[in-house]
């Protein structure tokens, strides 16, 4: 199963770059991530409205996995996480192509 993590900018404390290379060192050894980037700048298309999300979603990060658990485990160590911010991870079913 794939998974998306939302990246919340609500952290109480700034992250550091240690605690980032030392995520990004770990979710590369676990093979369960699959990549991820900031986001800014929103641009709406469309007719309706909605609330800006990039003034609550940073970024996202990508993951694959059999068990979600393993996942969460590694989220234990996630910068954000740490700093008492939110992660928000949701499931991607695989679409019938």
């Known amino acids: 199963m794939e998974y998306i993590l939302f990246i919340h900018n609500n952290n109480d404390k700034p992250t550091s770059s240690d605690q980032w290379n030392h995520f990004f060192t770990e979710a590369s050894k676990s093979g369960l991530f699959l990549g991820g980037s900031e ?17 609550t979603v940073a970024g996202f990060m990508r993951f694959e996995a059999d068990n979600k658990e393993a996942i969460l485990e590694l989220l234990k160590i996630h910068p954000v996480s740490l700093q008492g911010g939110t992660l928000e991870l949701c499931e991607m079913p695989k679409s019938d192509d």
């Open 39 to 55: 986001i800014a700048n929103q641009i709406q298309v469309g007719e309706k409205r909605v609330d800006n999300i990039t003034n």
